[in-house]
Each structure stands twice: as structure tokens, then as C-alpha cells.
T-cell receptor
């Protein structure tokens, strides 16, 4: 079955701790994205990557970091610099980059909570 | 600049009623794409439809229909004969140089 997997489903972070959210896709898509969703709001773009070893900041990249060492994987690290990390994080992928006709497909999400 | 506005925050209906969700967008580009996604309580966004700016033909898919009007920059979505399983948050999105989402409309269908 082709799709996008995210883990864990729930993640708890202590103050000052870095945590990493996993995103894997087996759709053979070139582009991958990370979004943050806060209650009652739409999705905001954190980072995106068009190809391996390349990624770009989105609208709210501060306090986050990413890597793209493999086409299938695009992990997101929420660093201690992110002062308000409690949110629902969604990973997406598309065959080509947004801004074209490509449709983005989403994973099931990770809910991050601060202890 | 681009912007997507979903003015309706919440809509509550009784099963079998029709529901229309409004979406108004702003863009300077002549080529762009519009999307609707559904987010059920599980959280995953499910793709529903994509339209390009050159295709104003309305579309019907089962109980879903979409009305794209370039003259009013609107891309409205109607659920006919709603069912409890339609309860979800629905997002409209615009793609020109990036994908931008509206704030979403929460639809609650009561049995």
C-alpha cells in the first residue's frame, strides 16, 4: 500500500528538549512538506524539500530543523528554541513542488504536547 | 500575496440536509490551482478535488459538487443529502507559488 506514515502519533516534550518527528513516504514523490496546525486554524508551512539534500524554509521555520538524506524520509526536529510547540504536525508529499498542479497528500499527523 | 477565506467557521445540519461551504481566494497569478481537503476527527487530511484556473466547469462527484466562479474568485463546495460521516473540517486551498490554506469550516451532521 502506497502512503505516508508519521510517527509517533503522540509525542510529549519536556522544557528545553529537542524532539524529532518522523515522516516516511513510499509514493516515490520528489517533494515533501511539514505543516503545523493550531486549533481553529488552517495549516502553516514550516519547511519543504524538493529533492534530496535540499530544503527551504516555509512561513514559520523558526525553532524547527529538517533533513532530507533520503527521498523517502523527511524528519522534523522541534528544537528548544520553539517556545510554543504544542500543535498538530502534518507531513505531506507531492510528485512535484507546490506551485504547480501537483496535489499534496498527507500523513496521519503527530500531536505534540509539552509537559 | 495570496489569501484564502472560509468565512463560515462552523455549520451544523441535520442528516439529509444539503450543506454549502464557501471559499473565496485572492491571487495575482493567472495560472493557479484550487483544492478542497477533508479532515475527519482522525486528523489526516484527505484530498477531495483539484481545479485549475482555466477550467470553470462545475463538477459533481457522487454527493459532492463544486462551483468555481472566476469572476467572483470563489470555489464553493456542496454536500448533498449530508450524512453523519460527512462530519469533519473542510479546507479550501490555493496553489500558485505555494499552497495556502483557509482556516477551515467545521461541519457537524446530526442524526
Amino acid at each position: 500500500d502506497g502512503g505516508i506514515t508519521q510517527s509517533p502519533k503522540y509525542l510529549f516534550r519536556k522544557e528545553g528538549q529537542n524532539v524529532t518527528l518522523s515522516c516516511e513516504q513510499n509514493l516515490n514523490h520528489d517533494a515533501m512538506y511539514w505543516y503545523r496546525q493550531d486549533p481553529g486554524q488552517g495549516l502553516r508551512l514550516i519547511y519543504y524539500s524538493q529533492i534530496v539534500n535540499d530544503f527551504q524554509k516555509g512561513d514559520i521555520a523558526e525553532g524547527y530543523s529538517v533533513s532530507r538524506e533520503k527521498k523517502e524520509s523527511f524528519p522534523l526536529t522541534v528544537t528548544s528554541a520553539q517556545k510554543n510547540p504544542t500543535a498538530f504536525y502534518l507531513c505531506a508529499s507531492s510528485k512535484g513542488l507546490a506551485g504547480t498542479e501537483e496535489t499534496q497528500y498527507f500523513g496521519p499527523g503527530t500531536r505534540l504536547l509539552v509537559l | 500575496a495570496q489569501k484564502v477565506t472560509q468565512a463560515q467557521t462552523e455549520i451544523s445540519v441535520v442528516e439529509k440536509e444539503d450543506v454549502t461551504l464557501d471559499c473565496v481566494y485572492e491571487t495575482r497569478d493567472t495560472t493557479y490551482y484550487l483544492f478542497w481537503y477533508k479532515q475527519p476527527p482522525s486528523g489526516e487530511l484527505v484530498f477531495l478535488i483539484r481545479r485549475n484556473s482555466f477550467d470553470e466547469q462545475n463538477e459533481i462527484s457522487g454527493r459532492y459538487s463544486w462551483n468555481f466562479q472566476k469572476s467572483t474568485s470563489s470555489f464553493n463546495f456542496t454536500i448533498t443529502a449530508s450524512q453523519v460521516v460527512d462530519s469533519a473540517v473542510y479546507f479550501c486551498a490555493l496553489s500558485d507559488y505555494k499552497l495556502s490554506f483557509g482556516a477551515g469550516t467545521t461541519v457537524t451532521v446530526r442524526a
